[in-house]
């Protein structure tokens, strides 16, 4: 009697121990289900070349299931970047849709605002103020000819064009010194962003007489060399 007794207690504590594991299994696989992580996704339509702002930016939490390796978790990793190709409305970010900072140095044309364009003119030493302009520095653009006064003299007459251009690069720099050390290259070009009309007005310029850059204060600037704000 007593060894049936024991056999029926061990039946049922074998019973009870297996139901047990396969509750913590059962619980462990719906915890593993219902774990989410959050990802950066567009919350706007992101154009292929466009800067990636964080207003066009939100983390959206998703099953950790769903989650592609190449995700993007973090705002900063996407912020400032230039979009690789077309990044639909709700779409994750991945880690190749994003353009490398080092790109901007490769293809000036990344650097075009939108409704802007980049147009060169040619520079002396005197022009560029010594070859000191930079990337992302303001300038304002001076025009001087030479026209005839009353008395039938040359004299020089100079106007303002424009005020604080941006400078999208000086010779084939298209970089700060802040975000690429390089040694001091002199240079006889700058690139400006202008709108298209100005572009115009600024070739016409050049051809008539002589263009000066006057530099105005650096606009700032963070810590990755990146303006904080666009005028």
Not at 118 to 131: A, H, R, W
Not at 212 to 225: A, C, D, Q, T, V
């Amino acid at each position: 009697m007593v060894i049936m007794l024991s056999l029926v207690m061990g039946v049922i504590t074998t019973l009870l121990f297996y139901q047990y594991i396969n509750q913590l299994n059962t619980e462990k696989v719906a915890t593993a289900k219902d774990k989410t992580v959050g990802v950066v996704v567009a919350k706007e339509k992101i154009e292929k070349n466009e800067k990636i702002t964080s207003k066009k930016l939100e983390i959206v939490q998703k099953p950790a299931k769903d989650v592609l390796p190449q995700s993007i978790t973090s705002l900063p990793d996407a912020e400032g970047k230039l979009a690789n190709s077309m990044i639909e409305k709700g779409e994750t970010i991945l880690s190749h849709h994003l353009g490398s900072e080092q790109e901007e140095g490769v293809y000036v044309s990344r650097k075009v605002r939108d409704g802007y364009r980049g147009v060169t003119v040619g520079v002396n030493i005197n022009q560029s103020v010594s070859n000191l302009l930079e990337p992302e520095d303001e300038v304002d653009v001076v025009f001087t000819k030479i026209i005839k006064n009353k008395a039938k003299q040359d004299v020089p007459q100079s106007i303002l064009l424009f005020n604080k251009a941006r400078v999208l690069a000086v010779g084939r720099k298209m970089v700060t010194t802040e975000k690429k050390k390089e040694p001091y290259v002199e240079y006889s070009s700058v690139t400006l962003e202008l709108k298209p009309a100005d572009a115009v007005r600024l070739i016409n310029a050049s051809e008539e007489g002589k263009i000066h850059f006057i530099l105005n204060k650096r606009p700032p600037m963070s810590e990755e060399g990146k303006l904080t704000q666009q005028q």
